[in-house]
């Protein structure tokens, strides 16, 4: 039996992609638009808050324009509280228009990167 190859067309040259980045956008495709936001804020965490502050804490969901992030400890729930504005700037800044407007701090523990 002799075997013929199947002639696919010419192969595609296009920027590669992360898996990170495909999984926002299907989840977007999906209509599961938030998780594909708090997907796309878990994976730039380290560069919206600094990877000092990112030690101490970690984003758990959205619900509606809000961001929950659980902290390790109520000292660094406090200085988080302080730095408000300066972290939902930063968020603007990453995500764009679907940045959340609210940040809420949970206490609890935060795991080590």
Partial sequence: MAYRRVDRGPRRKGQMETVGDLVGKVLGDLGLDGVAVAHRIGSQWDEIVGPAVAKHCRPLGIRGAVLEIQVDSPVWSQQLQLRK?????????????????????????????
């Avoid at 972290?87 to 990453?94: D, G, H, R, S, Y």
């Avoid at 228009?97 to 940040?103: T, V």
Wanted: hydrophobic share 35%; aromatic share 6%; net charge positive.
């Fill in 85 to 113: 504005t300066e972290l939902l700037k930063n968020l603007a800044e990453q995500i764009g228009e679907d940045a959340p407007r609210e940040l809420r701090f949970q206490v609890g523990y935060a795991r080590k990167r």
